[in-house]
């Protein structure tokens, strides 16, 4: 309802708008780390509070926008420039921020680089504070904003991963209010305030509880329409599907880990190889709780190599050192999409990329610059683990070492360290303590590998945490997530690396013949040993690490040991027949889900019928109250109406001073000195000889008498509130 244009908010209502529309862009700007590479959305919230606040009290734009802008250029600087540069160093730097994205520099790099996209994103906070206030403030409309908010929440939700369920009951919640907020605002314009105004919004927030907790509670029927999301991501015939999982893929962003996928069978690569092994990406080396990513501060800058005629990887950079290795020649060509990581079957050695790579440090990964080539061809080396040699190795490490690949963040719970310490307490060495936590998570926790029932851990919840101690299923992440984590917690270095799997290989002439696809994507761990590097780990169940290994009863094995996993083929390849002989069978999990969802449900139910009906007779007589203030029952000329609501009127006063006896008139009982705290008010007495005039005369054409009803009828239930 829009009020008058004349009508001035005061400082407090300005407030109170302020508080919403912070709350509704709170909402905006929450899932963005979820569905973007937006990074530090508290700094972003900061900055459109302050939009918010000089907007919303009128602060002159002599003032405003010079605020605005000084604030935008502070927090870019916060952002990008820490410590601040140099007069001199501005261009430069603005330059090189440009060219990691652009091949040229023209013009244009100097906004299109990740600064230029900040300020555009400010900007646009602006534009959006802007546009609240003038919607809440000056036309006095939430429900437009509100309406906005939860259609983009919604989106997010069909088209992304994000799950805005809570985001959409939040927003709805601050929106129910503010309408209770209004329309006392607008009783106070009418000289209609209730004389409770503390009673007012007490029952404004049962009433919003209670329909809330209905709607959250109360059974729902399945979706009948298909999931957007899978069907934007398939772009195929299995659009049609009827779940909420995504086909998976080499994922670019690992920040969020979890929840449920899809096999995704489409061809990624095919190549010809000398051997089948694992095609290896990238490593990633900081844990957050939820997933990982790069650690940047304190590392060197990545380094170009180019080609001269092919790209050499340097010494300082390879994989692994001090260990009998054979090259592993591979041609890959690209079916569609094309990353821009460099994938190698072991550690590289030489590339022929037709283009310059970009190096980081400890073999972290190689990077194309430019646009990736559809083929390319590498010289890899994959080593022959000597477990004699790796369990000599000393657990005395350079610093830098410790300081990345022990990194663990603060809020760990410590049941995890617990169980670290718990794997390992047997092992003397870090091969035997790496070994340890692999068959632990492979054959002996009583884990399950899944790809379906996966759920996503909420914002408080660990992802490893999750994993071992309350879900014990999951995929590939899950597994090597959780190794890396334990063998921190148990002081091994170790990180976290992703690629494909090795794929479908066809030996011909010599060669191997390897069809990769999307499904092939796979993590797994990558342990340091001192003097000898870093040697790759399997932990997901029917999973083998393609690996050879040297024993001493054996003097060569062309994999890990065959009792730890069942063999895929060829080497690293998901074996679908293989299953945990204690997991229950899909219809037995089934029925026991099916039987423990009904009984969750009827125990909800009964509880909330039981909290529903205490409800409403603990407030019955606030709930009458209220029904009889929001709809008043006096109108011209109708008797009966008016007889009705003096009955009602009787009705309260008997909660408050008992029922009326057989014999007692109206009069009688109204005059009556029964009353114990209070006598009767003069309202009272006069409504009483009305009800009488009408019960008993004829008063139709009584203009006077109907309009001294309705007056008296609005004081009468203000003296009357329970």
């Given at each position: 309802?829009?009020?008058?244009?004349?009508?001035?908010?005061?400082?407090?209502?300005?407030?109170?708008?302020?508080?919403?529309?912070?709350?509704?862009?709170?909402?905006?700007?929450?899932?963005?780390?979820?569905?973007?590479?937006?990074?530090?959305?508290?700094?972003?919230?900061?900055?459109?509070?302050?939009?918010?606040?000089?907007?919303?009290?009128?602060?002159?734009?002599?003032?405003?926008?010079?605020?605005?802008?000084?604030?935008?250029?502070?927090?870019?600087?916060?952002?990008?420039?820490?410590?601040?540069?140099?007069?001199?160093?501005?261009?430069?730097?603005?330059?090189?921020?440009?060219?990691?994205?652009?091949?040229?520099?023209?013009?244009?790099?100097?906004?299109?680089?990740?600064?230029?996209?900040?300020?555009?994103?400010?900007?646009?906070?602006?534009?959006?504070?802007?546009?609240?206030?003038?919607?809440?403030?000056?036309?006095?409309?939430?429900?437009?904003?509100?309406?906005?908010?939860?259609?983009?929440?919604?989106?997010?939700?069909?088209?992304?991963?994000?799950?805005?369920?809570?985001?959409?009951?939040?927003?709805?919640?601050?929106?129910?209010?503010?309408?209770?907020?209004?329309?006392?605002?607008?009783?106070?314009?009418?000289?209609?305030?209730?004389?409770?105004?503390?009673?007012?919004?007490?029952?404004?927030?049962?009433?919003?509880?209670?329909?809330?907790?209905?709607?959250?509670?109360?059974?729902?029927?399945?979706?009948s329409w298909p999931d957007p999301l899978s069907w934007v991501t398939s772009l195929d015939e299995r659009a049609g599907n009827k779940t909420n999982h995504r086909f998976i893929?080499?994922?670019?962003?690992?920040?969020?880990?979890?929840?449920?996928?899809?096999?995704?069978?489409?061809?990624?690569?095919?190549?010809?190889?000398?051997?089948?092994?694992?095609?290896?990406?990238?490593?990633?080396?900081?844990?957050?709780?939820?997933?990982?990513?790069?650690?940047?501060?304190?590392?060197?800058?990545?380094?170009?190599?180019?080609?001269?005629?092919?790209?050499?990887?340097?010494?300082?950079?390879?994989?692994?050192?001090?260990?009998?290795?054979?090259?592993?020649?591979?041609?890959?060509?690209?079916?569609?999409?094309?990353?821009?990581?460099?994938?190698?079957?072991?550690?590289?050695?030489?590339?022929?990329?037709?283009?310059?790579?970009?190096?980081?440090?400890?073999?972290?990964?190689?990077?194309?610059?430019?646009?990736?080539?559809?083929?390319?061809?590498?010289?890899?080396?994959?080593?022959?683990?000597?477990?004699?040699?790796?369990?000599?190795?000393?657990?005395?490490?350079?610093?830098?070492?410790?300081?990345?690949?022990?990194?663990?963040?603060?809020?760990?719970?410590?049941?995890?360290?617990?169980?670290?310490?718990?794997?390992?307490?047997?092992?003397?060495?870090?091969?035997?303590?790496?070994?340890?936590?692999?068959?632990?998570?492979?054959?002996?926790?009583?884990?399950?590998?899944?790809?379906?029932?996966?759920?996503?851990?909420?914002?408080?919840?660990?992802?490893?945490?999750?994993?071992?101690?309350?879900?014990?299923?999951?995929?590939?992440?899950?597994?090597?997530?959780?190794?890396?984590?334990?063998?921190?917690?148990?002081?091994?270095?170790?990180?976290?690396?992703?690629?494909?799997?090795?794929?479908?290989?066809?030996?011909?002439?010599?060669?191997?013949?390897?069809?990769?696809?999307?499904?092939?994507?796979?993590?797994?761990?990558?342990?340091?040993?001192?003097?000898?590097?870093?040697?790759?780990?399997?932990?997901?169940?029917?999973?083998?690490?393609?690996?050879?290994?040297?024993?001493?009863?054996?003097?060569?094995?062309?994999?890990?040991?065959?009792?730890?996993?069942?063999?895929?083929?060829?080497?690293?390849?998901?074996?679908?027949?293989?299953?945990?002989?204690?997991?229950?069978?899909?219809?037995?999990?089934?029925?026991?889900?099916?039987?423990?969802?009904?009984?969750?449900?009827?125990?909800?139910?009964?509880?909330?019928?039981?909290?529903?009906?205490?409800?409403?007779?603990?407030?019955?007589?606030?709930?009458?109250?209220?029904?009889?203030?929001?709809?008043?029952?006096?109108?011209?000329?109708?008797?009966?109406?008016?007889?009705?609501?003096?009955?009602?009127?009787?009705?309260?006063?008997?909660?408050?001073?008992?029922?009326?006896?057989?014999?007692?008139?109206?009069?009688?009982?109204?005059?009556?000195?029964?009353?114990?705290?209070?006598?009767?008010?003069?309202?009272?007495?006069?409504?009483?000889?009305?009800?009488?005039?009408?019960?008993?005369?004829?008063?139709?054409?009584?203009?006077?008498?109907?309009?001294?009803?309705?007056?008296?009828?609005?004081?009468?239930?203000?003296?009357?509130?329970?």
């Amino acid at each position: 309802m829009v009020s008058p244009p004349h009508e001035e908010w005061d400082w407090e209502k300005r407030l109170g708008a302020l508080v919403f529309a912070a709350l509704l862009g709170w909402e905006w700007l929450w899932p963005l780390p979820q569905v973007t590479d937006t990074r530090k959305i508290g700094w972003f919230a900061v900055a459109f509070l302050l939009f918010l606040s000089l907007d919303t009290f009128r602060v002159s734009k002599k003032i405003s926008i010079p605020v605005k802008m000084t604030a935008i250029l502070v927090l870019l600087i916060g952002f990008y420039f820490s410590p601040l540069p140099q007069p001199g160093e501005w261009r430069a730097i603005l330059l090189d921020e440009a060219m990691r994205w652009h091949e040229e520099p023209p013009f244009w790099s100097y906004f299109t680089g990740p600064p230029g996209r900040t300020v555009a994103f400010f900007l646009l906070l602006w534009a959006a504070a802007a546009f609240l206030v003038r919607q809440m403030v000056w036309k006095r409309r939430m429900l437009f904003p509100l309406l906005l908010t939860v259609a983009y929440l919604s989106i997010l939700d069909s088209f992304t991963l994000f799950d805005g369920k809570g985001a959409v009951i939040r927003s709805m919640l601050y929106g129910l209010f503010c309408l209770a907020w209004f329309r006392l605002n607008r009783l106070h314009r009418d000289d209609r305030t209730p004389s409770s105004v503390r009673g007012w919004y007490a029952a404004t927030w049962s009433l919003i509880a209670l329909a809330v907790g209905i709607g959250w509670l109360a059974p729902k029927a399945d979706a009948s329409w298909p999931d957007p999301l899978s069907w934007v991501t398939s772009l195929d015939e299995r659009a049609g599907n009827k779940t909420n999982h995504r086909f998976i893929g080499y994922s670019t962003d690992d920040s969020r880990l979890g929840g449920p996928f899809i096999q995704d069978r489409r061809i990624a690569f095919r190549a010809t190889a000398d051997r089948p092994y694992y095609w290896r990406g990238e490593a990633l080396d900081i844990y957050t709780g939820h997933g990982w990513e790069k650690e940047t501060k304190g590392m060197p800058v990545p380094i170009h190599l180019y080609p001269d005629p092919t790209v050499q990887a340097p010494d300082p950079i390879l994989l692994f050192r001090n260990l009998e290795t054979e090259d592993n020649r591979a041609t890959i060509t690209w079916n569609q999409s094309r990353y821009h990581v460099l994938f190698a079957p072991g550690g590289l050695r030489r590339a022929d990329p037709g283009q310059p790579l970009i190096a980081e440090w400890d073999h972290r990964g190689f990077f194309f610059p430019y646009d990736p080539p559809g083929r390319y061809s590498v010289t890899a080396e994959i080593p022959r683990i000597d477990e004699e040699k790796l369990r000599q190795s000393d657990e005395e490490y350079p610093e830098e070492i410790r300081r990345t690949y022990q990194q663990l963040p603060d809020n760990l719970p410590d049941r995890v360290k617990k169980l670290a310490r718990k794997i390992t307490a047997d092992a003397d060495n870090p091969y035997d303590k790496a070994r340890a936590v692999e068959q632990f998570l492979q054959t002996g926790g009583g884990f399950r590998y899944e790809t379906r029932d996966v759920p996503v851990p909420k914002e408080n919840e660990d992802f490893v945490d999750q994993f071992l101690f309350d879900t014990k299923q999951g995929y590939c992440n899950h597994f090597s997530s959780a190794m890396v984590v334990l063998l921190r917690a148990a002081d091994v270095p170790a990180r976290w690396v992703k690629g494909f799997a090795p794929g479908e290989a066809e030996l011909e002439d010599d060669r191997y013949h390897v069809t990769v696809r999307n499904a092939d994507a796979h993590s797994w761990v990558e342990v340091y040993f001192n003097d000898v590097g870093w040697i790759p780990f399997e932990p997901t169940p029917g999973f083998t690490n393609p690996t050879p290994v040297v024993r001493e009863e054996t003097q060569e094995d062309s994999g890990e040991d065959a009792s730890s996993a069942p063999l895929p083929s060829p080497g690293g390849r998901r074996n679908p027949e293989a299953r945990d002989p204690s997991a229950s069978t899909p219809s037995e999990e089934k029925d026991a889900q099916t039987s423990d969802a009904g009984n969750h449900w009827a125990w909800w139910t009964a509880g909330l019928l039981l909290l529903t009906g205490w409800a409403v007779w603990t407030f019955r007589r606030r709930l009458f109250w209220w029904w009889l203030h929001r709809y008043p029952r006096i109108e011209k000329g109708n008797r009966s109406m008016l007889i009705q609501s003096f009955r009602h009127l009787l009705r309260l006063l008997a909660w408050k001073r008992g029922p009326r006896k057989p014999h007692q008139t109206a009069r009688e009982y109204i005059s009556g000195g029964e009353w114990i705290f209070s006598a009767p008010t003069s309202e009272m007495r006069e409504i009483t000889r009305l009800f009488e005039r009408v019960r008993y005369g004829r008063t139709e054409k009584e203009t006077s008498l109907w309009d001294r009803a309705r007056d008296l009828w609005r004081a009468l239930l203000k003296q009357t509130r329970p």
